[in-house]
């Protein structure tokens, strides 16, 4: 694994940006012959951004999880040492972001663990050093929650008796003093189909803590289907990945991942859908194909109160959301078909605004997404700089 500063010599080739989008510059920071995916960009209130992502192994099945901290809106990167606990066996990773005034990190727990679920989290402030682990272990601290992380502490999580699990993959809406998350689980008794083989099908909840994220319980069903809609291009993964944002008038909107490109019916992707609650995720209106397939949504709100959906898979998406109907915009597909990289970019982007109008987009480059790397070529975790 190696730190690297590398423009691509050929930035400006295979992108479709829509109007008033440009490509400023594209670099390496990342690479390894190990998979190297899912990155996701933390922004905290010193201006330093914090880029999560997994090395090993594809998906649920991740060896290692990478943490890099940058000081100069995301042109160099240093790793980091992070809180850790020893049980987690089925951990995907760790989830970082800036609520109020302290950092959180809560351990990132796949489907199918046992009732009751029961993970950690720590805590810290917005400043202070960020440690190598070198560092760590020259000044003797703890290798669980190394100074200035608290120690860790439990969460909890009110499960519906139907559901068996879930998953929480992204930091939660702060609603003053209530933190409303979108998690991603499956029922108990689903039927199962001979294309699913061995996956769940998937709903999507939405989950509220009054108590700064310590403990969670379900407040609303953004989707309750037991199997696929037949008249809907839902897939057969069922709805997941879910992202929200707030729109200007309160409202609520949601888009959410549906397909799985090794299980859908041939010409038949399941397309990414959106919907809406008015009473802050009590209540949600019938979901909504966008009409395009896609995985990982998230949004970002830029410091204009523009909104942009990032999502991954085929190609790297950048799409504008109109703040008061959640309305999409003229669609960016990025890298798609960059020569300098032999094929189609991986899932699951990330992007955070660095400057008024500038976006710093990541995304991964692995073999084991859209027939992988050519030759010798190794996996690549990309950044790039947007203006929007």
Known sequence: MSLLLTP??????????ADGVKLLKRWTILESDEDLTFPFLS????GRLLLQATKGVHCTRAEQTIHMISADQGRTWQPVAMPLAFDSLLQWGLMTFQGDSK????????QMRARPMIGYRWERGVDGPWKSQKQVEADGDSYIAPRPWSDAQEVRYELPDDYAGYNLHLPP???GNRWLALIHGSKRHAPSTSEQRELQ??????????????SWRVCGRVSDFQSPPSDSRIGFEGPCEPAGVHLGDGRILVVMR????????PGRPGLMHRTISRDGGRTWSPLQSLGIPGTRPEFRQLSDGRIFLICGRPGNLLIPVDPQTGD???????FRGDP??????CCNPSCVEVSPGRLLYVYSHTKLCNGGVTGNNPNRLMAALLQV
């Open 8 to 17: 691509s010599p050929t930035a400006d080739h295979g992108q479709k940006l």
């Open 43 to 46: 922004p905290f209130g010193d």
């Open 103 to 110: 950092i959180y990190t809560y351990e990132q727990r796949w």
């Open 173 to 175: 809406l702060i609603l």
């Open 201 to 214: 099908y998937s709903n999507v909840l939405a989950i509220e803590s009054t108590d700064t994220g310590r």
């Open 258 to 265: 549906t397909g799985n490109i090794n299980i859908d019916p």
């Open 328 to 334: 999409l915009g003229d669609i960016s597909d990025v």
């Open 340 to 345: 300098a990289l032999f094929f189609e970019s």
